[in-house]
């Protein structure tokens, strides 16, 4: 089946320095992507979601952008503080509300003091 | 409120053993998800049940297999374990009219098979 995938492992930012996470995704039919963020020990978090009819949503210091040309996801980090220092997963689903999500590999996001 | 919760955390297993993991979903839901995590891997959905029926299923071989109970809680079954076995098996809940995709995932149960 196809799959969502990243284009960097690894990545460390400078704190208060803006990160760009990005994805590149292969179903072309995906509808609704979402990033979720997995700190150590625990399950992955909801960040933010966007659905194929937009290229760009705002939350609380956090940008999800899509390019459906390109089959590319991104997701920008405002200001980024320590506790952002996690892994990062951008996942895809063919309908919106359709749990059956395929995940990325994952990047590490290093927050350096 | 309580969240997901998985039990246990932490699990050693041998080869061609069967193993049992618990899950209570998030006050409110209904549907529960099971996804595994390999180590440096993203999770891989196993499957979902939603009024104690699997509603969807992943490319996971029938070996694994899940129930779900009147309460909502959950249960996932893996028999004949392998060495391959060994990962992080999250639980995730949401609210199955809803559908939203918003899932809230527990910490997961560590599965180590020797």
């Known amino acids: 089946g196809e799959s969502v995938g990243l284009h960097l492992p690894t990545l460390s930012v400078q704190e208060g320095d803006n990160s760009i996470i990005n994805c590149a995704y292969s179903?072309?039919?995906?509808?609704?992507f979402i990033w979720y963020k997995q700190e150590s020990g625990k399950g992955p978090q909801f960040i933010i979601d966007?659905?194929?009819?937009?290229d760009k949503r705002q939350g609380q210091r956090v940008t999800v952008l899509l390019n459906k040309t390109v089959k590319h996801l991104s997701l920008q980090i405002a200001a980024t503080q320590p506790g952002d220092s996690a892994v990062y997963f951008c996942?895809?689903?063919?309908?919106?509300?359709?749990?059956?999500?395929?995940f990325g590999t994952g990047t590490r996001l290093t927050i350096i003091p | 409120d309580a969240g997901v919760t998985q039990s246990p955390t932490h699990l050693i297993k041998t080869r061609g053993q069967q193993v049992t993991l618990r899950c209570s979903p998030k006050?409110?839901?209904?549907?529960v998800s099971w996804y595994q995590q390999a180590l440096g891997q993203g999770p891989q959905f196993i499957f979902q049940?939603?009024?104690?029926?699997?509603?969807q299923r992943g490319n996971f071989p029938d070996r694994f297999s899940g129930h779900q109970f009147p309460n909502y809680s959950s249960e996932l079954n893996v028999n004949a374990l392998l060495l391959g076995d060994s990962a992080l098996y999250l639980c995730?809940?949401?609210?199955?009219?809803?559908?939203?995709?918003?899932?809230?995932f527990g910490s997961g149960t560590q599965l180590s098979v020797l």
């Open positions: 049940y939603y009024e104690e029926e699997e509603r």
């Open positions: 966007i659905r194929s009819n937009m």
């Open positions: 179903n072309s039919a995906s509808d609704y």
């Open positions: 996942a895809e689903t063919l309908d919106f509300g359709n749990e059956k999500l395929t």
């Open positions: 995730a809940s949401s609210l199955g009219g809803v559908g939203n995709g918003k899932l809230f």
């Open positions: 006050s409110g839901h209904d549907t």
